[in-house]
């Protein structure tokens, strides 16, 4: 729906006395800017929605287009290269935005000045270098931890599949009783990243977990339901039972839940399991995104020996009468 003052006006009326947030992201809107002028991103949002854009990636481009316009002051027609630019500039220095932001901000841009409104400068826009952040992981031993000390079968059947099938928190939770391949040991992954379906690997360990929370819980469409009737669990009671779980198995990395899928990856790796496969199984469009488990696997390392272990340490000790001259 259009934003308008009109609008909100009507809808605290009707909602009169109940205790109510709304939610302007995904709004159009009107942007006020620094010159005062007022500008409405109505056409950004429908077009966005009508190329079935993800709901994140619309309140994402929508939030920059109108910090750019609040930063730069301008019209979208008064926009030049020198003015993204700058404000590239603002967020990497004075915000101190990572790579990954800077690249969201970009295509934000992008897409409103060059695929909507034709400016051919926005093509010139360099990007900025990936951080090379290592994710972190768990040891095996550190992720039984957490499986066994959860006493409720739904929340550890839920960790298990995103450990056991490698799958980011937003596909979990939306599992349906149907994506459960049986015969063939597999789940449909349903409108993935990047919207895209996939197969991944259901394994005999997880399928029996999975069978007793079944058999326990009964659910109808979605494998994992929400308080509320009809929904699917949400995300954040997702992170907040991997929180619990983490906390309870005494672990003080920094890791979200998002860290058991890195760590699915990376033991497979470990396991001997080719990369081309792991790839397939995480949805990785770019097997570059799955090298980085290369650089995380210690699998290698153990195997190591150091240079120091080849020396005879015990004959280069001095006697215990002999002075050091400093």
């Given at each position: ?57 619309i309140k994402g481009y929508l939030y920059f287009n109108r910090d750019f316009l609040s930063f730069t002051g301008k019209r ?251």
């Amino acid at each position: 729906m259009p934003y308008s003052e009109g609008i909100v006006e009507k809808i605290k009326e009707v909602f009169d006395g109940e205790d109510i947030k709304l939610d302007t992201s995904l709004f159009g809107g009107a942007v006020e800017t620094r010159s005062s002028s007022l500008y409405d991103f109505e056409d950004l949002r429908k077009e966005l929605i009508s190329r079935k854009y993800s709901r994140k990636t619309i309140k994402g481009y929508l939030y920059f287009n109108r910090d750019f316009l609040s930063f730069t002051g301008k019209r979208p027609d008064e926009v030049r290269e020198e003015n993204i630019k700058n404000y590239l500039v603002y967020l990497a220095d004075e915000k101190d935005s990572a790579a990954a932001t800077l690249n969201q901000a970009i295509n934000a841009l992008k897409f409103y000045y060059g695929s909507m409104l034709k400016k051919k400068f926005l093509y010139e826009i360099k990007r900025p270098r990936k951080d090379t952040i290592l994710p972190v992981v768990l040891s095996q031993e550190e992720v039984a931890r957490v499986l066994t000390c959860l006493e409720n079968l739904k929340h550890r059947t839920l960790l298990m599949l995103v450990y056991a099938s490698g799958l980011r928190v937003s596909e979990v939770v939306k599992l349906r009783v149907v994506d459960i391949d049986r015969d063939r040991m597999l789940l449909n992954i349903k409108g993935a990243k990047g919207r895209k379906d996939r197969y991944t690997m259901l394994f005999h360990t997880a399928l029996e977990t999975l069978d007793e929370y079944l058999e326990k819980y009964k659910p109808s469409k979605w494998l994992f339901e929400g308080a509320r009737d009809g929904r699917y669990l949400s995300i954040r009671t997702a992170q907040a039972i991997f929180e619990q779980a983490k906390d309870k198995a005494g672990i003080k990395k920094d890791i979200s839940i998002h860290g058991l899928r890195h760590s699915f990856a990376t033991h497979a790796l470990e396991n001997g399991t080719d990369l081309r496969y792991i790839q397939e199984l995480l949805g990785h469009k770019s097997s570059k995104t799955t090298e980085i488990y290369t650089h995380v696997s210690t699998r290698d390392i153990g195997r190591l020996r150091s240079p120091l272990d080849n020396l005879d340490l015990k004959k280069g000790v001095e006697k215990e009468d002999e002075k050091i001259v400093e």
